[in-house]
């Protein structure tokens, strides 16, 4: 990552949004698939919503007011309840390796803890390098691949788990 003075978080803007037509932008540039595609329209209010979450919050990120990325938490029913995910991290490629998706992280984890979390988890696909050296450098340790941690709860068995304390020191 190159040292961008420029770098303010007074120019982000991160809200939570159920109007689609926000997302748009971001649905043609991150490479997540049709799964976060119907993600996004259930948590807009198309289609059905995931029975077995309990807890889901999405976030639009605007730099400048153009939609750079989207983040977000979620619970599913049988997970502790100190424990939450990261739901659709993504950062637009234009703005990627410039400082953003770090500081997006720590409002994240900001977020988590505010909400009473103590540990934010999060999968990436075992093959995904610069995510997992991205969550590494974002204080997250790697517990190992799902079949090993928790079969059933991401899309594959191969996914690497991660996780970070939220506890204050």
Same mark, same amino acid.
């Given at each position: 990552?190159?040292?961008?003075?420029?770098? $303010?978080? @007074?120019?982000? &803007?991160?809200?939570?949004?159920?109007?689609?037509?926000?997302?748009?932008?971001?649905?043609?540039?991150?490479?997540?698939?049709? &799964?976060? !595609?119907?993600?996004?329209? @259930? #948590?807009?209010?198309?289609?059905?919503?995931?029975?077995?979450?309990? /807890?889901?919050?999405?976030?639009?990120?605007?730099?400048?007011?153009?939609?750079?990325?989207?983040? *977000?938490?979620?619970?599913?029913?049988? $997970?502790? =309840? $100190?424990?939450? #995910?990261?739901?659709? /991290? *993504?950062?637009?490629? @234009?703005?990627?390796?410039? %400082? #953003? %998706? =770090?500081?997006?992280?720590?409002?994240? +984890? !900001?977020?988590?803890?505010?909400?009473? /979390?103590?540990?934010?988890?999060?999968?990436? @696909?075992?093959?995904?390098?610069?995510?997992? =050296?991205?969550?590494?450098? =974002?204080? /997250?340790? +790697?517990?190992?691949?799902?079949?090993?941690?928790?079969? *059933?709860?991401?899309?594959?068995?191969?996914?690497?788990?991660?996780?970070?304390?939220? +506890?204050?020191?």
């Amino acid at each position: 990552m190159q040292n961008h003075a420029h770098l $303010s978080q @007074n120019r982000l &803007k991160i809200t939570q949004t159920k109007e689609i037509t926000d997302f748009v932008p971001l649905l043609k540039e991150l490479e997540f698939g049709d &799964k976060f !595609s119907l993600a996004m329209l @259930n #948590w807009c209010g198309i289609g059905q919503w995931d029975k077995t979450l309990i /807890f889901w919050q999405v976030y639009l990120v605007k730099l400048d007011e153009e939609p750079i990325g989207v983040m *977000g938490l979620y619970q599913c029913i049988d $997970s502790p =309840s $100190s424990v939450v #995910w990261v739901g659709w /991290f *993504g950062l637009r490629p @234009n703005f990627r390796r410039e %400082g #953003w %998706g =770090s500081i997006m992280m720590k409002k994240l +984890k !900001s977020y988590a803890q505010e909400l009473g /979390f103590q540990e934010l988890w999060v999968f990436t @696909n075992y093959d995904n390098l610069p995510a997992i =050296s991205f969550y590494e450098k =974002s204080a /997250f340790i +790697k517990l190992g691949t799902a079949a090993e941690v928790c079969p *059933g709860k991401t899309h594959h068995l191969s996914d690497v788990i991660l996780k970070t304390d939220l +506890k204050s020191p």
